[in-house]
Nanobody, 124 residues
Framework: QVQLVESGGGLVQAGGSLKLSCAAS????????MGWFRQAPGKEREFVAA????????YYTDSVKGRFTISRDNAKNTVYLQMNSLKPEDTAVYYC?????????????????WGQGTQVTVSS
């Protein structure tokens, strides 16, 4: 069982930045593909970004390309989401997810483990 713990959420003004972290309990963390998803009130949980076992393979949803960067530090069992130029529409609970395969997918059904989420609120 992999445990994921997110941190770094908060309240920020539009145009600002936040960096989310997700710490994993799994010692074989480097074998896992990691993803970030978000869920706004009344909406479905949606894919944001994913990263393969090394940080050379990344994938983003179109709405965050050029603004968000996903990265990982396998020595620290941690994945990050650097969010710049934040917009009010980025407001959501952000979830970290893990899947025990090197294949990246944007589908939430493809992930086996989830964190509890961290709130990001962007004010206009």
């Amino acid at each position: 069982q992999v445990q994921l713990v997110e941190s770094g959420g908060g309240l920020v003004q539009a145009g600002g930045s936040l960096k989310l972290s997700c710490a994993a309990s799994e010692r074989t963390f480097s074998n896992y593909t990691m993803g970030w998803f978000r869920q706004a009130p009344g909406k479905e949980r949606e894919f944001v970004a994913a990263i393969g076992w090394s940080d050379r393979t990344t994938y983003y949803t179109d709405s965050v390309k050029g603004r968000f960067t996903i990265s990982r530090d396998n020595a620290k069992n941690t994945v990050y989401l650097q969010m710049n130029s934040l917009k009010p529409e980025d407001t959501a609970v952000y979830y970290c997810a893990a899947r025990n395969t090197i294949v990246i997918t944007p589908l939430k059904t493809g992930y086996d483990y989830w964190g509890q989420g961290t709130q990001v609120t962007v004010s206009s």
